[in-house]
């Protein structure tokens, strides 16, 4: 899988409902290690090889990422989440 994969099938967080852009990135500041090793799990299963600083500046370095305030779920099935 190469980049211009990945970028087209673009992994999808959902984030609790915010009053801002500000507010949204302080909530992916706070979680970007957790999001960081499960997009790194996906493509490498070996996190010793993984890059040690997960910090949110190298998240926004390696990833990319846009703020969405709508979604629209148009299956039956109620969604599914791992905690």
Do not use: N, Q
């Not at 959902?14 to 909530?27: N, W």
Request: proline share 5%; hydrophobic share 40%; net charge negative.
């Amino acid at each position: 899988m190469g980049l211009e994969d990945l970028r087209r099938e673009a992994a999808i967080f959902l984030v609790p409902e915010h009053d801002s852009d500000e507010e949204a990135r302080g909530f992916l500041e706070k979680y970007c290690v957790k999001i960081f090793e499960e997009l790194l799990d996906g493509w490498f299963r070996v996190p010793s090889a993984w890059p040690a600083d997960r910090s949110f500046d190298t998240f926004v370095h390696w990833f990319e990422y846009s703020l969405h305030s709508v979604i629209v779920d148009l299956g039956d099935a109620p969604l599914k989440h791992d905690k």
